[in-house]
């Protein structure tokens, strides 16, 4: 069945650069795309960027100075890079499956921002 | 960006009745909008595609309607497992946007 599970640390101090990394399972990276969306802590869902089947990518362009996306499909794996981070970046940071819209999503993984 | 705006953003409602979410978006988007369900400590789950059509394997009593830039998603009739935070996404354009999400609990 189709599953997405983010992993990465859950402590980042502030300035240093955040890494994540989606991996999936059911489904093909060159078939689907596959979507970061975060929820920083106390506000409403946010899009991120996407990492579309055909390796082109695509980011919010109130993050795309910090943000890059890219992929190892050999490992069936997605990754984020944000740079710069501050406080206001804590929250739980999600991939899903750009299917439908979007259809399947990872738990979810908390990253606080702290020094 | 398209903005969606969702409410109630909380809800009281008793087992047995009927819940309406909506969701207002800023512009035109067609039918490019779905629904999630999402209980704490789980992943969302993906309720209604497209503004009516119904996910696989969610059940009969959620459906969703639209007309113009109103969306709804309605419970029929309340089960207790339906208590939970929904919310929309629009995904007509990039970047995708979300409503504010409604937490639902029993009354």
């Known amino acids: 069945q189709v599953q997405l599970t983010e992993s990465g640390p859950g402590l980042v101090h502030p300035s240093e650069t955040l890494s994540l990394t989606c991996t999936v399972s059911g489904f093909s990276l060159t078939g689907y795309s596959v979507y970061w969306v975060r929820q920083p802590s106390g506000k409403g869902l946010e899009w991120m960027g996407r990492?579309?089947?055909?390796?082109?990518?695509s980011y919010n362009s109130a993050l795309k100075s910090r943000l890059s996306i890219s992929r190892d499909t050999s490992k069936n794996q997605v990754f984020l890079k944000m740079n710069s981070l501050q406080t206001d970046d804590t929250g739980t940071y999600y991939c899903?499956?750009?299917?439908?819209?979007?259809?399947?999503w990872g738990q979810g993984v908390m990253v606080t921002v702290s020094s | 960006d398209i903005q969606v705006t969702q409410s109630p953003s909380s809800l009281l409602a008793s087992l047995g009745e009927r819940v309406t979410i909506t969701c207002q978006t800023s512009?035109?988007?067609?039918?490019?909008l779905n629904w999630f369900q999402q209980k704490p400590g789980q992943a969302p789950m993906l309720l209604i595609y497209?503004?009516?059509s119904l996910q696989t394997g969610m059940p009969s009593r959620f459906s969703g309607q639209f007309s113009g830039r109103s969306f709804t998603l309605t419970i029929t009739s309340l089960e207790p497992e339906d208590i939970a935070n929904y919310f929309c996404?629009?995904?007509?354009?990039?970047?995708?946007?979300f409503g504010g999400g409604t937490k639902l609990e029993l009354k």
């Open positions: 996404l629009q995904h007509y354009n990039t970047p995708s946007t």
């Open positions: 990492m579309r089947y055909n390796g082109d990518t």
């Open positions: 497209y503004a009516t």
């Open positions: 899903t499956r750009g299917a439908m819209g979007m259809d399947y």
């Open positions: 512009q035109s988007i067609s039918n490019n």
